[in-house]
């Protein structure tokens, strides 16, 4: 592509910038590498050379025309793709984010779950500490994952206190105050 529009700025240069078809060949070369001001700049440069007491007159003036209208169909879909590119990735992540979400509430299920089972088998205190610790674990994670999300820093800091809390109170929490 570089070669091509240094043989257009040379074909302009021997002219003396005086053959407009030289020009629009240069707005195609600019159009084709995405600087599209600049092909529009060229190609309007090629209207105002063309003789107009050329035989060919509308012909050509027809061609730059349609030239420019094809920049302006070039310059449309380029926008078209990186706006498609740009909701293609969004709606990517957004994916990636539900299927983070459902993984993690499979894992919250098979948790509560489990830590309910080992609970109604075990004795009273311990069932209730493995409970409150497992509750406190859940509110934690939940409150990672919103921060993860973009959720709002203090609603996050108050699910991971409160969980953490929980967990503490699970642990350090004196059988006496349970019976």
Not at 137 to 157: E, M, P, Y
């Amino acid at each position: 592509m570089n070669e091509v529009e240094r043989f257009a700025d040379q074909a302009i240069a021997l002219s003396q910038g005086r053959i407009a078809h030289y020009h629009e060949a240069k707005g195609r070369v600019l159009a084709l590498r995405g600087e599209f001001d600049a092909a529009r700049a060229s190609l309007a440069q090629a209207v105002e050379l063309e003789p107009r007491t050329s035989r060919d007159y509308l012909r050509r003036l027809t061609q730059y025309q349609t030239t420019r209208i094809r920049v302006d169909l070039m310059q449309e879909r380029s926008r078209w793709d990186r706006a498609h590119h740009r909701f293609r990735t969004e709606l990517n992540e957004f994916r990636a984010q539900q299927l983070q979400l459902l993984g993690l509430l499979a894992a919250v299920v098979a948790f509560i779950v489990t830590a309910g089972n080992i609970a109604s088998q075990s004795r009273g205190t311990d069932g209730i500490r493995l409970l409150l610790v497992a509750s406190g674990a859940i509110g934690t994670v939940f409150g990672t994952f919103s921060l993860v999300n973009n959720s709002g820093l203090r609603r996050v800091a108050a699910a991971i206190v409160v969980g953490l809390a929980l967990i503490g109170a699970g642990i350090f929490m004196p059988t006496s105050w349970i019976k």
